[in-house]
């Protein structure tokens, strides 16, 4: 039940206008639909965001339901829309690389701008996110991000060694060394581990077979690709005992059940992937996805998207972050949300420790995944 809080009433903080604002948005629509017919909205996205932990709330305040097809790596998805008619999905969930992409090809819808709390961002580069605008017309809203780093078994591998990438390299985890597989993430960890830094992503040609080299040395030290399912039982079991290409979106939920694992940003840098929701193109139910996205970026919707069971993440905004203090504290101190925490996901940004993930600059995608092809099978 909604809490109501009255505007002009004692005490009244920030947070409680957010969260006021946040619980009208949900009731409202309900009122006078409950015996409608339930509205299917169609959903691309990562594993977990069309759940009830996520979508639950939402779906019962509008009378919706949501259908999700679910995916793993920006490549898949953009091969998913283009084998589908247009309209076929009324919420695309993308990595912020791949954004430019979906606009480019026509699968995704402008956005008003004026509908999302960009005052509230924890930081100046969420405003205007890199690809999520054409110009001032905004494509896709930033929802929520994490960091990838060295994630690793704590008994194998200790804090001090999980400060660099050399740790993967490390004896006496000889076979027990998994990818999530995917580019992106693994060749991007190799680079900054190469020293490339900000320009991890644009590389001259003898700068990629530099990083080819150096994830080809690492080839006898791995245990396996695993896709997502794979990723978290090979972690959880001990099959693996460190995981390249990942972070706390995986280490986090074992973490949360006590397992002895963890992710770090090693002194090489890591990497945010960023997540964001678009309106595909030629839907019908683009009014409704709008309430759902606004709805996400409230402070109620970042603390739904912070505490995903399938995979934890870092709220973008203010009001979330707050408000995630407030109802989980436990899990906004182990996940360093909390200002003045050394690692705290806002001040890592600053201190130049985060690179945002891109796709390459001088080679193409099909390039690293051709690599990546090669890799797996040497």
Request: glycine share 10%.
């Given at each position: 039940?909604?809490?109501?809080?009255?505007?002009?009433?004692?005490?009244?903080?920030?947070?409680?206008?957010?969260?006021?604002?946040?619980?009208?948005?949900?009731?409202?629509?309900?009122?006078?639909?409950?015996?409608?017919?339930?509205?299917?909205?169609?959903?691309?996205?990562?594993?977990?965001?069309?759940?009830?932990?996520?979508?639950?709330?939402?779906?019962?305040?509008?009378?919706?339901?949501?259908?999700?097809?679910?995916?793993?790596?920006?490549?898949?998805?953009?091969?998913?829309?283009?084998?589908?008619?247009?309209?076929?999905?009324?919420?695309?969930?993308?990595?912020?690389?791949?954004?430019?992409?979906?606009?480019?090809?026509?699968?995704?819808?402008?956005?008003?701008?004026?509908?999302?709390?960009?005052?509230?961002?924890?930081?100046?580069?969420?405003?205007?996110?890199?690809?999520?605008?054409?110009?001032?017309?905004?494509?896709?809203?930033?929802?929520?991000?994490?960091?990838?780093?060295?994630?690793?078994?704590?008994?194998?591998?200790?804090?001090?060694?999980?400060?660099?990438?050399?740790?993967?390299?490390?004896?006496?985890?000889?076979?027990?060394?998994?990818?999530?597989?995917?580019?992106?993430?693994?060749?991007?960890?190799?680079?900054?581990?190469?020293?490339?830094?900000?320009?991890?992503?644009?590389?001259?040609?003898?700068?990629?077979?530099?990083?080819?080299?150096?994830?080809?040395?690492?080839?006898?030290?791995?245990?396996?690709?695993?896709?997502?399912?794979?990723?978290?039982?090979?972690?959880?079991?001990?099959?693996?005992?460190?995981?390249?290409g990942i972070g706390d979106?995986?280490?986090?939920?074992?973490?949360?059940?006590?397992?002895?694992?963890?992710?770090?940003?090693?002194?090489?840098?890591?990497?945010?992937?960023?997540?964001?929701?678009?309106?595909?193109?030629?839907?019908?139910?683009?009014?409704?996805?709008?309430?759902?996205?606004?709805?996400m970026t409230s402070p109620?919707?970042?603390?739904?998207?912070?505490?995903?069971?399938?995979?934890?993440?870092?709220?973008?905004?203010?009001?979330?972050?707050?408000?995630?203090?407030?109802?989980?504290?436990?899990?906004?101190?182990?996940?360093?949300?909390?200002?003045?925490?050394?690692?705290?996901?806002?001040?890592?940004?600053?201190?130049?420790?985060?690179?945002?993930?891109?796709?390459?600059?001088?080679?193409?995608?099909?390039?690293?995944?051709?690599?990546?092809?090669?890799?797996?099978?040497?």
């Amino acid at each position: 039940m909604t809490e109501i809080i009255k505007p002009g009433g004692p005490g009244l903080r920030r947070r409680d206008v957010m969260r006021l604002g946040a619980g009208v948005a949900l009731s409202a629509p309900f009122v006078g639909r409950a015996w409608a017919q339930t509205t299917d909205i169609n959903m691309l996205a990562w594993y977990g965001h069309g759940e009830a932990d996520v979508v639950g709330a939402f779906e019962e305040a509008h009378n919706v339901k949501f259908v999700p097809k679910y995916y793993a790596g920006g490549d898949n998805m953009l091969a998913l829309i283009a084998q589908s008619p247009p309209g076929t999905y009324d919420v695309i969930l993308s990595d912020a690389e791949f954004v430019q992409q979906l606009n480019a090809a026509g699968y995704i819808e402008a956005l008003d701008q004026n509908d999302y709390p960009f005052d509230d961002m924890l930081h100046e580069d969420f405003q205007k996110f890199p690809g999520h605008w054409e110009g001032d017309t905004l494509y896709s809203m930033i929802v929520r991000g994490g960091h990838l780093g060295v994630s690793y078994n704590t008994t194998a591998i200790s804090p001090e060694e999980a400060q660099s990438y050399d740790a993967f390299w490390k004896p006496e985890v000889k076979g027990k060394v998994g990818h999530f597989d995917w580019h992106l993430p693994t060749l991007g960890m190799m680079s900054l581990k190469n020293g490339n830094g900000a320009e991890l992503w644009d590389l001259s040609e003898e700068e990629w077979q530099a990083v080819q080299d150096t994830t080809m040395s690492l080839r006898p030290q791995v245990g396996g690709f695993f896709d997502y399912g794979g990723t978290f039982n090979s972690l959880k079991n001990g099959e693996m005992h460190a995981m390249c290409g990942i972070g706390d979106w995986i280490t986090g939920v074992l973490e949360r059940d006590g397992a002895p694992v963890a992710s770090t940003i090693p002194k090489e840098g890591g990497i945010q992937f960023t997540e964001s929701y678009s309106i595909g193109k030629g839907s019908q139910k683009a009014e409704l996805v709008t309430t759902f996205i606004k709805y996400m970026t409230s402070p109620e919707g970042q603390v739904k998207l912070a505490q995903m069971a399938a995979y934890p993440c870092f709220a973008v905004t203010r009001g979330g972050r707050d408000l995630l203090q407030e109802v989980d504290p436990k899990e906004a101190e182990r996940s360093h949300q909390i200002d003045g925490m050394p690692n705290d996901p806002i001040a890592l940004i600053n201190e130049g420790r985060i690179q945002y993930r891109d796709i390459p600059t001088q080679q193409s995608l099909e390039d690293w995944n051709d690599f990546w092809s090669e890799y797996k099978n040497a």
